[in-house]
Every structure is written in structure tokens, then in C-alpha cells.
């Protein structure tokens, strides 16, 4: 009887030391599925768009072909054309110019994602179809369906041109 005593002294002993060690693990933090991450990038490059905020929506992208200048121009083109000394003067023709621009489609025009469906992932490469509504000033909203083409580059997802 006393050795069973013992016995279950040591086994609960041993539950309570193992036990905060088990929790003192740091635990793995769960690795989004390749649909949750093309969603992602189509979801933020939606908003990049809306936004006008090309150097976000370039950020994106993986095309080779996108100009090597585009990810430079963001929402305040001033500001980033400003550092550049070659490039004062045009700032200053541009700047005011966008900025109206931003704020007059900001204010009148709205996008909206209604969703993204069909994902297929075939190795590196996905498509999925992207529904958007847009609707400026009194116009009605327009709906529109694409396909948009997704490549894994680097470990991660981009959109294709």
C-alpha cells in the first residue's frame, strides 16, 4: 500500500513538473493556407487601388514589366519627388494638381470588394476571380467580374500582369 502511495506521490510529481514546462513552449503560430494568402494580397491590392496608392499596389505585384519608378510614387508624389533634386520642379507642378485629384475621386468614388471566389492553386502559380463594385459620384455602381492571375515568388504570393 505504501509503495502505491509513493508510486502515485511521484506520478502526480512528475505531472506538476512536466506540466509548466509544457506550457513554457512558445507555441507555433499556425502558417495561412496558400487561399487565405492569395485573399490577402488581393484584398490589400483592392485597397491599394481604391486608395490610388500605386507604390502599394506595386509592392504587390510581380511583374517584371512594371516600370522600375512606379513603386516610387505614392500617395504623397510630392514628397517623394522632392527627394529627388532632379525632380523638384515637377514636384511642385504635380503635387497640388494629384492631390485634388486624390481627394476629388476619394470623395465621389467608392470601391467596394464583394468577394473573391474560384481561388485555385496549381504549384506556384493561382487564379481567382475578383468581384468589385464601383460607384462614382451619381452614376449607378458598376460591378465588375475578373480573373486575376497569382504567381509564388520568393515564398510568397503576388499578383501577375
Known amino acids: 500500500m505504501a509503495n502505491r502511495i509513493v508510486a502515485a506521490l511521484v506520478t502526480a510529481g512528475s505531472l506538476l513538473l512536466a506540466a509548466p514546462a509544457a506550457q513554457a513552449q512558445p507555441s507555433a503560430e499556425p502558417v495561412p493556407s496558400d487561399e487565405d494568402q492569395i485573399r490577402d494580397v488581393l484584398t490589400r491590392q483592392t485597397e491599394a487601388g481604391a486608395a ?3 507604390a502599394a499596389a506595386a509592392r504587390l505585384s510581380c511583374s517584371p514589366a512594371a516600370p522600375a ?3 516610387r510614387i505614392g500617395p504623397d508624389i ?11 520642379d515637377l514636384a511642385d507642378q504635380l503635387s497640388g494638381p494629384l492631390a485634388d485629384l486624390r481627394q476629388a475621386l476619394a470623395g465621389s468614388t467608392v470601391v467596394r470588394l464583394d468577394g473573391i471566389d474560384h481561388v485555385v492553386v496549381t504549384g506556384d502559380t493561382a ?14 455602381p458598376q460591378t465588375q467580374i475578373s480573373r486575376a492571375t497569382l504567381l509564388r515568388q520568393d515564398g510568397r504570393w503576388c499578383t501577375a500582369a
Open 78 to 88: 510630392g514628397a517623394t519627388l522632392r527627394d529627388d533634386p532632379s525632380a523638384t
Open 127 to 140: 487564379t481567382a476571380d475578383i468581384t468589385v463594385t464601383t460607384q462614382s459620384g451619381t452614376n449607378p
Open 52 to 54: 490610388l496608392d500605386l
Open 69 to 71: 519608378w512606379l513603386p
